[in-house]
Nanobody
């Protein structure tokens, strides 16, 4: 089973930027989807973005709340997925998790993913 390690979280002022990384190790697939989710205190885990790989072609998906501000990308050679976050808002504050599933397409629900990282904290101050 694949394992994931997230990094890049931290404290940033509103309007600032952060880049999260998710490095995968162990079993991986050539056809799969990597997603980013986030969970604020007292809230349910919510979908942020995903990239669905079919060999070298990646299709991306975003939650409406981050569309135009966040960008997901991946480096298959490094088994790493990135989440570039710009124009950050206090409401983006949460623990961010990367996750993987062995299928393609839009998958916005946590139950659709079977491997998860440990999470990285993102805090946006106003």
């Amino acid at each position: 089973q694949a394992q994931f390690v997230e990094s890049g979280g931290g404290l940033v002022q509103a309007g600032g930027s952060l880049r999260l990384s998710c490095a995968a190790s162990g079993r991986t697939f050539t056809t799969y989807t990597m997603g980013w989710f986030r969970q604020a205190p007292g809230e349910e885990r919510e979908f942020v973005a995903a990239i669905s790989w079919n060999w070298s072609v990646g299709n991306t998906y975003y939650a409406d709340s981050v569309k135009g501000r966040f960008a997901i990308s991946g480096d298959n050679a490094k088994n790493t997925v990135y989440l570039e976050m710009n124009s950050l808002k206090p409401e983006d504050t949460a623990v961010y998790y990367c996750a993987a599933r062995g299928g393609l397409g839009y998958a916005p629900y946590p139950s659709q993913y079977n491997s998860w990282g440990q999470g990285t904290q993102v805090t946006v101050s106003s």
